[in-house]
């Protein structure tokens, strides 16, 4: 089906007034001011949008653990340790396939209601039935990583080729990723394996679209000694990055969350190598993690993007309000309202996203690119008056504001239904797992 | 008319599952377990709620301008003097009596649409249209203050008297407060003026309802120099604190919004005079003025309340997005996610508002009390599963849940649709103004 979207403003490579965009399968075909589209575009299309909406390309959240939407609010307010210990491993104990299945469904009926359109997720991973499967149900994109941990490596790395095998490429939507846990759960001979493995697939599946390495890296200021301790290793001036850099696993296919409490001279081996970071603020501040320098980061050339985390350290999988909090922080611990300006932000949600995961037709509205397309209703009070169309996306924009989500050329959502699956469908799956999951 | 309001949570003085609520008149005549409460009310009681929905006292907004609605988003990520001087100021030069009551209108749609029943602001005072005329117009209940500056002394404090004349207690929304700009804009002589006007018309007003004093405090670390500078007055202890407790202005019927740059032991005399606090976390942090170390305040049995401040420094006036900043700034500064748990967070937007306005009736679920009820739909894929009704109100819930908001025991608001106001009216008239306002 080919699509007309028109929008008040369209966000393109600029702010399109009375823009449209022409869309044929997957991909847009044109974008431009609506005279222009209009006379290019023949019979047999179908409009959505007009004057009343902003539209914008789909957003990107860069770093969760999608299925954990299970788990929100299951236990708030605890420290770190006790939250993982006491609250959640004893009951992720007990997830099964159809679980994970169901969570990430949950996730993605909960993203895409928010203007997300790709999500890259981390979480337990079972062959048939997983968050790839969860988000083709829903008709999301993701990028969906495989866990590795020291203490279960054989499991893990057969999970790896097993995703790798079953899921990577097979559709438009869903792309595989190699997920090391963190330097301090996964041994230095597992980094190097997983470098391999990295490099081995990429080169093995090289037309089906590129394998990123997702992972978590300095969240805690306490990880230089977690990993020392760990495994006895040393870390050259007492940096993680640099230990990393030495095993020779940093390059640009490295998607690190956090980066939260990286030393002075980090930042330049990140730049060099070309690691992308996830910022996560919101989890951050909530488990009283800290606060990444990101604007830092951003000024010396690296690549930012966002994500949410998981639901359970969040409570929502809400790019737009994660936008507005980065915007937020950077501009209190620079001490200076001009740090990190709404445009940037909003790149962060979307092109830097879709860099970070190793796309180089997503994130934009722009000739060429996937048709994931989100339109914004302005006709609410707190969208009124508007002058700065970035300024609102950042700052005023709800995400329940979202009119309609087109993913891969496909509307998903429109007007609070979705095209793909029934809310009572999956309320009622949730309700049973719940019960399940807490019973004795 | 009589209404019952059901829920499947309703948050009372404690959490009562499967609630419901008896509103006569304006007032909660009774609240509890459904099966008790039907008991007690005969017919004529309309049904409202039911078994999806989560039901909580209206939120208060304790510190804002609400007509600056106006200038939302008109000028993002500027430094406090440029947006002051070469942006908001001119523009508000040109602001009518119908503009400030047409704001006040969008402002008070806005923030009922997000849960928000009553509100404290302090904007351009005019007798006829103001920020009063337009809250109620659309129902809401508010604390309107009237600006105090030393540079206009004389017209600032016969606003005053003629606002309470005009709108003090004339009806059951409206309240007026004395407010005194700041502590680098009014002069010593013009704060004891303040002080004893405030006096004089609580004592005149008794029967009406306490008239409280709002300004702002602290807002800037270095507002010790400019007060110094200004008025060649001294700071006992470089402490603007102390310096107005010496001028007798502190009192417990003060409401200082901000108080981020507190001296050390200025919290002893913030806690001995019982000033309310009003926290606007958002503002602060978008004008990179800093974070107010809350915690420490409410641990020392201070009363703080929340706020957005004005709508052009936010941008919007969404006390949910502000409870949720507010609970995770505090993990952060004290590196403990333990800190300002749900609870606390949610009575800070609710009964610790109603305390600082004054009223003894407001801002909980409780028997005798004013009935200011929000209705959130709980049946959102955001909010599956639900295990901490707390926890949910701060971390999950989208201000645009809301379903349905009683103001006074009048329903104002119900499924995107007021009962008092048209959008397109509103939508047109601010169109009109911000194109007169843009014009040269």
Chains 1, 2 share one sequence.
Request: aromatic share 8%; charged share 25%.
């Amino acid at each position: 089906m080919n699509l007309l979207v028109k929008g008040k403003y369209v966000i393109s490579d600029k702010i399109i007034k009375d823009g449209a965009i022409a869309i044929e399968d997957n991909i847009i075909m044109d974008v431009g001011e609506e005279r222009k589209i209009k006379r290019s575009v023949g019979r047999g299309y179908e409009v959505y949008g007009g004057e009343e909406y902003l539209v914008i390309p789909g957003l990107i959240n860069s770093h969760t653990h999608i299925s954990m939407t299970l788990l929100r609010g299951y236990a708030d307010d605890y420290s770190l340790q006790d939250w993982l210990e006491k609250w959640i491993w004893p009951v992720e104990a007990k997830l099964r396939p159809e679980d994970i299945e169901a969570g990430a469904i949950l996730g993605a009926v909960e993203s895409i209601s928010m203007g997300v359109t790709t999500v890259c997720s981390l979480y337990h991973y079972y062959p048939d039935r997983n968050e790839a499967s969860g988000l083709l149900k829903v008709g999301m994109r993701g990028t969906i990583g495989t866990a590795l941990f020291s203490w279960d490596k054989e499991k893990c790395i057969y999970n790896f080729r097993d995703a790798l095998h079953r899921w990577h490429g097979k559709n438009n939507l869903i792309r595989i990723a190699i997920g090391p846990h963190a330097p301090y759960t996964v041994d230095p001979d597992l980094w190097i394996e997983a470098k391999e493995l990295l490099d081995y697939a990429n080169n093995k599946y090289a037309d089906k679209g590129d394998i990123i390495m997702t992972t978590h890296i300095l969240e805690d200021d306490k990880e230089p000694e977690l990993v020392k301790e760990k495994f006895n290793v040393e870390l050259p001036e007492g940096s993680v990055v640099r230990y990393l850099d030495k095993l020779g696993v940093l390059d640009n296919y490295m998607l690190a969350a956090h980066m939260i409490h990286l030393h002075r001279d980090d930042i330049e081996i990140v730049k060099k190598r070309g690691i992308n970071i996830a910022h996560n603020p919101i989890a951050n501040l909530k488990l009283g993690m800290g606060i990444a320098p990101v604007s830092r980061y951003i000024d010396r050339g690296i690549n930012v993007s966002l994500g949410t985390d998981g639901p359970a350290s969040n409570n929502t999988l809400d790019i737009f309000e994660t936008m507005k909090i980065a915007a937020l922080l950077q501009k209190a611990i620079d001490r200076d309202p001009t740090t990190l300006p709404a445009k940037k932000v909003f790149e962060m949600a979307t092109i830097n996203g879709a860099k970070a995961l190793h796309y180089d037709n997503l994130g934009m509205i722009r000739k060429g690119y996937l048709a994931d397309i989100v339109l914004i209703d302005l006709k609410k009070p707190h969208l009124k008056p508007i002058f700065d169309p970035y300024s609102h996306l950042v700052y005023s924009v709800r995400s329940l504001d979202v009119d309609t989500v087109i993913i891969d050329g496909k509307i998903v959502y429109e007007k609070g239904e979705f095209s793909t699956i029934s809310y009572d469908d999956i309320y009622k799956k949730i309700d049973r797992i719940i019960n399940r999951l807490m019973s004795a």
